[in-house]
């Protein structure tokens, strides 16, 4: 069932969004070559609770940490690392999702580490354009299709990168994955209808070769994350937003100048 919010529940998940930011802007600050991505696990969750909300991704399907930090090919899912250090020239993504008295917000961000390579910072850009591609077709009467189709046909027909599929966008609120599915590839015109007060995540997850992912598992551990099936690095960026009757807004923007027609 999909739920249309009301200003109360958008205002709920504007302030967690807000925190959300708030975590992303602290872990840029500590990421650098030879901090390990335990570090970043410890300051995102130390930041997500000293503002009195819940990592919500603790113990989500048994999963035992506040963030995802995933290195260079890896995808998604993937935990944080004591004693596996960043190193110069890496690309790191952190996602977590937040509740705050309730409301959820879920963002990811991709960071240099060091010095990149021209190929990964390009990686990077063109995975964020992408998202706000898709931002901009979420607009009431469009449909689920159209955020699709802006996202593949940017990066695979134009750019010639891999869209990961088995991974995609969902509504959100009151529980982390709620209807409907928001798939980052697909046909214009296609899909469910979209209506104002409907709230979900774009997150596309950009490769610079195939699409397809594999599972791969933790050492030690039973769980499994995903990297890119042939070595290839991966980039993402994801934010919350609400569709409203004056366009897409973001839930959890990061930098209000840059996303001021995105804001509430």
Same mark, same amino acid.
């Given at each position: =069932?999909?739920?249309?919010?009301?200003?109360?529940?958008?205002?709920?998940?504007?302030?967690?969004?807000a925190i959300?930011?708030? =975590?992303?802007?602290?872990?840029?600050?500590?990421?650098?070559?030879?901090?390990?991505?335990? #570090?970043? #696990?410890?300051?995102?969750?130390?930041?997500? #609770?000293?503002?009195?909300?819940?990592?919500?991704?603790?113990?989500?399907?048994?999963?035992?940490?506040?963030?995802?930090?995933?290195?260079?090919?890896?995808?998604?899912?993937?935990?944080?690392?004591?004693?596996?250090?960043?190193?110069?020239?890496?690309?790191?993504?952190?996602?977590?999702?937040?509740?705050?008295?309730?409301? =959820?917000?879920?963002?990811?961000?991709?960071?240099?580490?060091?010095?990149?390579?021209?190929?990964?910072?390009?990686?990077?850009?063109?995975?964020?354009?992408?998202?706000?591609?898709?931002?901009?077709?979420?607009?009431?009467?469009?449909?689920?299709?159209?955020?699709?189709?802006? $996202?593949?046909?940017?990066?695979?027909?134009? =750019?010639?990168?891999?869209?990961?599929?088995?991974?995609?966008?969902?509504? $959100?609120?009151?529980?982390?994955?709620?209807?409907?599915?928001?798939?980052?590839?697909?046909?214009?015109?296609?899909?469910?209808?979209l209506k104002?007060?409907?709230?979900?995540?774009?997150?596309?997850m950009i490769?610079?070769?195939?699409?397809? $992912?594999?599972?791969?598992?933790?050492?030690?551990?039973?769980?499994?994350?995903?990297?890119?099936?042939?070595?290839?690095?991966?980039?993402?960026?994801?934010?919350?937003?609400?569709?409203?009757?004056?366009?897409?807004?973001?839930?959890?923007?990061?930098?209000?100048?840059?996303?001021?027609?995105?804001?509430?």
């Amino acid at each position: =069932m999909i739920t249309l919010k009301s200003q109360r529940e958008i205002e709920g998940m504007a302030k967690s969004g807000a925190i959300l930011a708030g =975590m992303h802007h602290a872990v840029a600050e500590i990421i650098k070559p030879g901090v390990s991505s335990w #570090e970043i #696990e410890k300051v995102g969750r130390e930041y997500i #609770e000293s503002h009195g909300a819940i990592p919500a991704e603790l113990g989500f399907e048994g999963y035992k940490y506040a963030t995802c930090v995933a290195i260079n090919d890896e995808v998604a899912h993937s935990v944080p690392r004591k004693g596996l250090d960043l190193k110069d020239g890496d690309i790191v993504t952190v996602d977590t999702v937040v509740n705050w008295q309730g409301y =959820m917000s879920d963002s990811a961000w991709t960071y240099a580490v060091g010095n990149i390579s021209p190929e990964r910072q390009k990686l990077m850009d063109v995975t964020k354009k992408a998202l706000y591609l898709g931002i901009d077709q979420a607009v009431v009467g469009n449909r689920l299709g159209d955020i699709g189709y802006a $996202i593949q046909h940017y990066t695979e027909d134009e =750019m010639g990168y891999g869209d990961v599929r088995e991974l995609i966008g969902h509504g $959100i609120q009151p529980t982390m994955h709620e209807a409907p599915n928001v798939p980052h590839y697909g046909e214009p015109g296609h899909g469910l209808r979209l209506k104002a007060g409907m709230t979900i995540t774009i997150e596309p997850m950009i490769t610079t070769g195939t699409w397809k $992912i594999k599972a791969k598992q933790v050492p030690n551990d039973d769980w499994e994350y995903y990297v890119t099936a042939d070595g290839s690095d991966c980039a993402q960026y994801e934010h919350t937003l609400v569709i409203t009757n004056d366009g897409p807004k973001i839930l959890t923007s990061q930098d209000a100048v840059a996303d001021a027609k995105y804001l509430l």
